[in-house]
């Protein structure tokens, strides 16, 4: 049997980047990027006003002047007109460009604007401002044009896609969505609308996986196989064709009805390994085709199920989205309760995570009546990683964890 560590070496070493595809950018959320996105002007474009309140020459102040005459008013989006008399100043609002001649803005907060009966205002200092630039938001304080702002490979969330309008990336370059079939194997399924008979279960674990396959922002299509070697025989060459992944549950162990290892070879799946040094998940299948579509084989128990994709599937999906094949960073958590577990194998064990006012990251295990305990997953963010030297864990330990959200 294979170590974790090997198995996810093998894995990974099929990752091949997707192609891309160009998409609005309106359309391009939860995407990766594969393109450099560079600011196309300053950031920001001119020395913008940050606050309500009148723009004057600071030299005025250092001079000790503290009443201007409002010469005018200036709103965000007009031209900047400049300033005639630098004894005067301009009513300006934020986001408006600093009007030239002037190079500091007081807030309405620390002046008095009074008004003559022939209409002239003018504005008294109640609070000076400090130097050149105040209340001024600098013109390429932020970003300079040219400077790189999302490069390839970025996860393109809201904070991305406004980037990207600033920009005005209208269409953007980004990996193509994974395209995985999801399947379930197994005499017992039934379809989720039919009822079950005493001995029967619903199709659960297919579209357990489909859903996981979204998020890591791939799209899924759910099929079914019975315990039949001639159907698998006969159906999984079209997904390997189709698709860039398969991902099945069910069918991989040591039963009598366990088809799909040698299922797979039949139809020109190469064997990558097949059982893995850890708990749950042991029997684990994973290998390739020759046309580059990779099949995942996970144990039909559902925890098994579970915890081997995020270990092992989502990684991949991950990676063939990016510009370069890359590994999927691995977070750390804290266990909180001492912990024991005496086979010398790699064991994933489920924990609630919770977040304390100290900045650590606390695990808390979690009951599981075995892998087949569906529910047991409800309560769990994820998984601890608990290498295979050691037997017991006290609490405090800092170990690898992989969220399920």
Same mark, same amino acid.
């Given at each position: 049997m294979l170590s974790v560590e090997e198995a996810t070496r093998r894995v990974l070493a099929t990752v091949r980047p997707l192609p891309p595809e160009t998409v609005p950018f309106t359309a391009a959320l939860g995407r990766v990027l594969r393109q450099d996105i560079t600011a196309d002007r300053d950031f920001p474009p001119f020395n913008r006003v940050a606050m309500d309140g009148i723009a004057l020459a600071y030299s005025a102040v250092a001079s000790g002047q503290v009443r201007f005459v409002i010469e005018k008013t200036q709103f965000a989006g007009q031209p900047p007109a400049p300033l005639t008399d630098p004894s005067a100043a301009i009513e300006i609002m934020t986001g408006a460009a600093l009007p030239p001649g002037t190079d500091a803005v007081v807030r309405y907060e620390d002046i008095l604007i009074e008004e003559d009966e022939a209409g002239r205002r003018t504005a008294t200092l109640q609070v000076p401002p400090l130097a050149v630039g105040h209340n001024v938001h600098r013109q390429a304080s932020d970003r300079q044009q040219g400077d790189l702002l999302l490069p390839a490979g970025t996860l393109l969330g809201s904070a991305e896609i406004a980037v990207a309008a600033t920009v005005g990336a209208t269409n953007l370059l980004v990996a193509r969505h994974p395209k995985v079939a999801v399947v379930s194997t197994g005499d017992e399924l039934i379809d989720i609308g039919e009822q079950p008979l005493a001995h029967q279960i619903r199709r659960s674990n297919s579209y357990m996986l489909a859903a996981a396959v979204q998020q890591a922002g791939g799209t899924a299509e759910v099929f079914h196989f019975n315990d039949d070697p001639e159907a698998l025989r006969n159906g999984l060459p079209s997904l390997l064709r189709d698709y860039d992944a398969v991902l099945l549950s069910g069918g991989v162990s040591k039963g009598k009805a366990d088809f799909l290892p040698t299922s797979l070879q039949e139809v020109g799946v190469e064997q990558l390994f097949h059982e893995v040094q850890q708990r749950p998940g042991k029997p684990f299948w994973f290998g390739q085709h020759p046309n580059g579509? /990779? /099949?995942?084989?996970?144990?039909?128990?559902?925890?098994?199920?579970? /915890?081997?994709?995020?270990?092992?599937?989502?990684?991949?999906?991950?990676?063939?989205?990016?510009?370069?094949?890359?590994?999927?960073?691995?977070?750390?958590?804290?266990?909180?309760?001492?912990?024991?577990?005496?086979?010398?194998?790699?064991?994933?064990?489920?924990?609630?995570?919770?977040?304390?006012?100290?900045?650590?990251?606390?695990?808390?295990?979690?009951?599981?009546?075995?892998?087949?305990?569906?529910?047991?997953?409800?309560?769990?963010?994820?998984?601890?990683?608990?290498?295979?030297?050691?037997?017991?864990?006290?609490?405090?330990?800092?170990?690898?964890?992989?969220?399920?959200?």
């Open positions: 579509a /990779v /099949v995942f084989a996970l144990p039909g128990n559902p925890v098994s199920t579970f /915890v081997n994709y995020y270990r092992y599937a989502q990684p991949w999906l991950r990676a063939i989205q990016l510009p370069a094949p890359a590994t999927e960073p691995t977070a750390y958590a804290v266990l909180a309760t001492d912990f024991t577990f005496r086979p010398r194998i790699t064991h994933f064990l489920l924990v609630s995570l919770e977040s304390t006012s100290d900045g650590r990251v606390l695990a808390h295990p979690e009951r599981a009546h075995g892998s087949g305990d569906l529910a047991s997953l409800l309560p769990s963010d994820g998984f601890l990683e608990l290498p295979p030297e050691l037997d017991f864990f006290p609490a405090g330990t800092v170990l690898p964890a992989w969220r399920f959200r």
